[in-house]
DNA sequence: TGTACATCAGTGAACGCGCGTTCACTGATGTAC
DNA sequence: TGTACATCAGTGAACGCGCGTTCACTGATGTAC
């Protein structure tokens, strides 16, 4: 607040903000190698600080990886919001809905396989997935992935293109198509394919969660 | 082959088959706490055995655990094998091919409900799921999960309830879809839930895929 | 059938590793007077 | 505006842990003669 620090803050006893620091630190570490990659020392060591100073700020590693882990949600809800963004309202109110649940879809998937250690740690700590509609999850527009989906939902069951008494619990079966192709992309045999091949096997998913739902 | 050893073959000294042993033991151990949970040395201990005694059957933890994930594909196989038996051919080809594809969603998501352990360490082992139609993963008639799901929509091609133009990748299709289900179901947000409702759950889905495969 | 011997599946002890976490501390900071 | 002081975010050193893995070894086993 009052003075000006070292250009390079190797040095800074003071930390500006050492919380956030090491969350960031944690991101970078998660973006590598996933949660299991998500290690307290190494993050104050990134922070430039020694390593029982994460203590003032987390209770302990889980602490961290939890925090870290919310972020990551929030970044999955960021792409999709960006999705959104890539395909503004035309004004045919159901051919935009359904192009909205479609971009939940693939900015979800377009995650994925941009962020592969993101995803993981968004997605795959435990508890966050369970609770993966908890403010503390949310993106930085405010709403989490799982919103997102609901939000599409909303919007199909407006304009008439799903009937109301399926609405129900459909968000479940969306993300679970969704979040089973993420899955199948990142580890599974839809590894090492090219990006038009995913985008043809991502489109064809919708298609099939279009046509069911 | 010579002798009998004591009862209590703690004290063995030429392990029967040792090899066996750890696969089981490491079994056990991904069935108590998933693929992290699988530990050599526990494996050893848990064979009555030195910890070194490991290295004459594996090169080294990452081969173990690689046997017991594959062992795990193959249980998984198994239980989808078993809801086919649960559901044998009435007659109806039509019919029977597309409960056959419900078989497999049925047994998939009941595997991952009464071995979330074994799910996991299944499927998310590094190149497990990648190599899911490995002959090495199958289970005791033969089949990996992922065959089981290419029979299921050659049935339904050759009943002509589904067109063969679409057939060549459906089975992704199929797969993330209900893979991603088993996920929501073991770590998501339907963890709670009940069996009534998780099987209402379930069959959603499975209506979903068959109306918009 | 008996004996000598090579094999190799096991032993027992030890290693280095990086981790998470705890301890007693210190000294820059903001605040009260 | 200057000084005394309490605060508390950081330091530095150390811990115990269980892990995977390596070393030199031993002795039960099956086999050749």
Redesign the interface.
């Known amino acids: 607040m009052s003075d000006e620090r070292a250009v390079n803050a190797r040095t800074t006893y003071r930390h500006g903000d050492l919380r956030e620091a090491l969350v960031e630190a944690g991101v970078e570490m998660a973006r590598e190698g996933g949660p299991r990659a998500v290690v307290l020392r190494e993050a104050t060591r990134r922070a430039g600080v020694s390593p029982n100073a994460a203590y003032r700020h987390f209770t302990d590693r889980d602490a961290l990886l939890q925090v870290v882990s919310d972020t990551c949600l929030g970044f999955a809800a960021d792409r999709i919001e960006a999705e959104f963004d890539a395909h503004p309202p035309t004004g045919d109110a159901e051919a935009d809905a359904r192009m909205m649940l479609r971009s939940v879809g693939t900015g979800y998937i377009g995650f994925a396989r941009e962020e592969p250690g993101l995803f993981r740690t968004a ?2 700590v ?1 508890d966050n ?5 908890d403010a503390s999850k949310a993106g930085r527009r405010g709403r989490t992935p ?1 919103q997102l989906v609901g939000l599409a939902l909303d919007a199909l069951v407006a304009t008439g293109v799903l009937p109301p008494e399926r609405r129900p ?1 459909a968000e ?2 969306a ?10 992309v990142i ?6 394919l090219t990006d038009p091949m995913i985008d043809a ?1 991502t489109e ?2 919708l ?7």
């Open positions: 997605f795959s435990p997935l369970q609770r993966a509609g799982f619990g479940f079966q993300w679970a198509t969704v979040h089973g192709l993420g899955m199948l580890d599974g045999p839809l590894r090492g096997a064809r998913l298609d099939m969660v279009d046509r069911g739902l």
